[in-house]
């Protein structure tokens, strides 16, 4: 199940495992990329909270866990390379999994045509 | 506010341009090549930059001079046909109400100043007006900077003759029937040109650079990142109302007969920190690690906090984040090793002397 948040993360959940990254549209306004922090394994978080962040050339932006759980991956070899995050490579480039509490706190999130009609 | 548009908005999008609103105006910030790839194009070749928004401003009449010289510590008379002074508009504190250039041209003085401070520039102009001095706003005009190592190459390509032609020179050319007032001069640290023209003319001109095939168009993204790397100041971060001259590293812009006239605003207190050092100075600084430390983020040393960042992001030349802000005179040393006080906790952060990178300005 794919979903989209208003700040642009998507968020694929596969039975409890949630992977987390940020849709193509927020790569295209975000820039040349020079940074990038991901969250630690084991790390508890609650729905909202911000767990990463992309900083540009011209600004940072924090990344919100779309759901409560614990992070259980962290998809580090995007560091090696901040180039190859990319509007083509952004729905392929996870950043985090979750495993999550509670999937109702994904219901919030759009689907993926009301996403595109939000960004227009 | 309904945002303006310069005569190129059509232009920038046909090109690709990502449009974002500043100071009231739709800028490109950067077309689709990206900040970095813009800034580099312009640091190795040519960058093409519409800064239209900036207003200009023509003062003329017997008085114009006196009255420039109230409300600037510049020596105009010293400002001779032909040539550009970079000077600044004071209060009486000594604070800078904005920055800007001044050419003479034609015997009349021709001022470019920042976009959002245009109304506040225009009407502090027009309160300390006098009869002997005529002012025009041009808003029928469009005002291009073409920057880099190679703008002299691509002007003189399409026929300019630039004999003779140095820093901050202003000229009139004309290229194919286009009447052009160009300064040698800009915001880059690079070699570069300004260029006026008829707004109805600016599509043609830019196109014809274009065509040269050796010009990369540049949004403000990439104008932003090239003046914090050549440490000029952008009012609003490093000046404003409560800054001085003598804070930000403008000592060269207060004019030796000024100064001993000592008749321009605030000039008891620029003259006092001309001879004794102002409290903070304005320092170039390079944080440790790849993560650009931000405008707005306090400064320690030894837990104490005795600066603040005032613009902090990339810089694509030195391939690092880099900074300017203010640090204590007695800290504002190159080498000296403070702490940015970021979310996570303290970052090492070292002051260097500006410029980050040097100057290429023709001299001739």
Not at chain 1, 79 to 97: G, R, V, Y
Request: aromatic share 6%; glycine share 10%; hydrophobic share 45%.
């Amino acid at each position: 199940m794919l979903k989209f948040s208003e700040d642009h993360e998507w968020a694929n959940l596969d039975a409890d495992i949630c992977a987390v990254g940020i849709s193509p549209h927020a790569v295209e306004q975000l820039g040349d990329i020079v940074f990038v922090e991901l969250p630690d394994i084991g790390l508890a978080v609650n729905k909202g909270d911000a767990v990463a962040v992309f900083e540009s050339v011209k600004a940072a932006s924090d990344i919100y866990s779309p759901a409560g759980g614990e992070i259980i991956e962290v998809n580090n070899a995007l560091l090696d390379d901040l180039t190859a995050i990319t509007p083509e490579s952004a729905m392929a480039n996870w950043l985090f999994k979750i495993k999550i509490n509670d999937a109702g706190d994904l219901e919030s999130l759009m689907d993926e045509a009301a996403y595109n009609a939000m960004i227009g | 506010m309904e945002t303006q548009r310069t005569p190129l908005y059509d232009f920038h999008i046909a090109n690709g341009a990502r449009i974002v609103p500043f100071a009231g105006w739709d800028m490109p910030v950067q077309y689709a090549a990206g900040i970095k790839a813009e800034h580099l194009a312009t640091r190795d070749g040519a960058g093409l930059f519409d800064v239209s928004h900036m207003v200009q401003v023509e003062l003329s009449g017997r008085g114009a001079d006196a009255f420039f010289e109230r409300l600037t510590p510049t020596d105009i008379g010293a400002v001779t046909e032909g040539r550009v002074r970079y000077s600044m508009l004071l209060n009486d504190a000594g604070g800078v109400l904005d920055d800007l250039m001044v050419a003479r041209l034609d015997g009349r003085l021709h001022l470019v100043v920042n976009a959002g401070r245009a109304t506040h520039d225009i009407n502090h102009l027009h309160q300390n007006l006098d009869d002997t001095t005529k002012m025009d706003v041009h808003h029928d005009k469009a005002l291009l900077a073409l920057q880099g190592p190679n703008a002299a190459r691509v002007l003189s390509s399409l026929g300019l003759d630039l004999d003779g032609f140095r820093f901050m020179d202003i000229r009139h050319f004309t290229l194919g029937a286009i009447p052009l007032v160009i300064t040698r001069s800009g915001y880059t640290g690079e070699d570069g040109f300004e260029i006026s023209m008829p707004a109805k003319s600016a599509v043609d001109i830019a196109e014809a650079l274009l065509a040269t095939g050796t010009v990369t168009l540049a949004g403000l993204g990439a104008r932003d990142t090239l003046r914090l790397e050549a440490g000029l100041p952008l009012w609003g971060h490093e000046l404003d109302e409560t800054i001085t001259p003598t804070m930000a590293g403008l000592r060269f812009a207060l004019s030796k007969k000024r100064r001993e006239a000592a008749d321009f605003p605030g000039a008891n207190i620029i003259l006092d920190e001309f001879a004794n050092g102002p409290k903070r100075r304005l320092v170039g600084l390079l944080a440790s690690g790849a993560r650009p430390v931000r405008d707005g983020t306090n400064l320690l040393h030894d837990g104490v906090d005795i600066g603040i960042i005032t613009s902090g992001g990339f810089a694509p030349s030195l391939d690092r984040p880099a900074a300017l802000g203010f640090v204590d005179t007695h800290l504002a040393h190159d080498g000296t090793i403070l702490a940015a006080a970021t979310r996570g906790g303290e970052t090492p952060i070292t002051v260097v002397n500006l410029p980050l990178v040097p100057h290429r300005y023709f001299r001739g």
